[in-house]
């Protein structure tokens, strides 16, 4: 009696406790960058262009699994503020609904040093004209030119900047399907 309990025991936790085998690589022109699978973060733009954080909780049958947690800062009753946890979403996402993989770690952002470009570009520009209707003998032509050539190059960087490694002709996903679970 005790070794049938066992052995059931054994195997229906065997089968409790198994999980998708399925993952996805993340290949830059047929070499493989990285591997996503059940427990991995996720940062990717999607086709309707939103950019996405997540944990991925199951990849099956070309989908994957998102849940993607809101963190703010909450007041304790002590009055003071600490980082939780406030909801949680799910998403499912079909691999091929991927875009683009957004860059990780810490690097240089060619978006926001553009918009800081563009807004020191503007202000310096503004001030030139402010120059101008006050006292026009301090005015300065080639300031003007220079600040307006800032904000143009800064406008390129924010438009054409950042926009993650794009699925495409360089960089592709595919889906490794382990289990083969195709009924036929």
């Not at 936790?13 to 993952?23: P, R, V």
């Not at 993607?68 to 909450?74: A, K, S, T």
């Amino acid at each position: 009696m005790k070794l049938t309990l066992l052995l059931i025991s054994l195997l229906l936790g065997q089968h409790l406790f198994s999980q998708s085998a399925d993952f996805i690589l993340f290949k830059k022109n047929h070499k493989t960058i990285a591997t996503y699978y059940a427990g991995n973060n996720i940062s990717f733009t999607n086709d309707q262009g939103s950019y996405i954080e997540a944990l991925i909780t199951k990849i099956q049958h070309d989908t994957l699994y998102l849940r993607q947690f809101v963190v703010q800062q909450v007041p304790t009753t002590l009055g003071v503020y600490i980082l939780d946890t406030v909801s949680s979403y799910h998403y499912q996402y079909h691999y091929n609904q991927i875009k683009a993989i957004g860059k990780t770690g810490r690097r240089f952002s060619a978006t926001t040093s553009g918009a800081v470009l563009m807004g020191g570009g503007i202000l310096l520009a503004v001030a030139s004209g402010v120059v101008y209707l006050v006292d026009r003998e301090k005015f300065s032509p080639p300031l003007l030119i220079a600040s307006i050539a800032l904000a143009g190059i800064g406008y390129l960087m924010y438009k054409l900047g950042d926009k993650g490694m794009v699925i495409g002709k360089k960089y592709s996903l595919v889906y490794v399907d382990v289990t083969n679970n195709k009924k036929g």
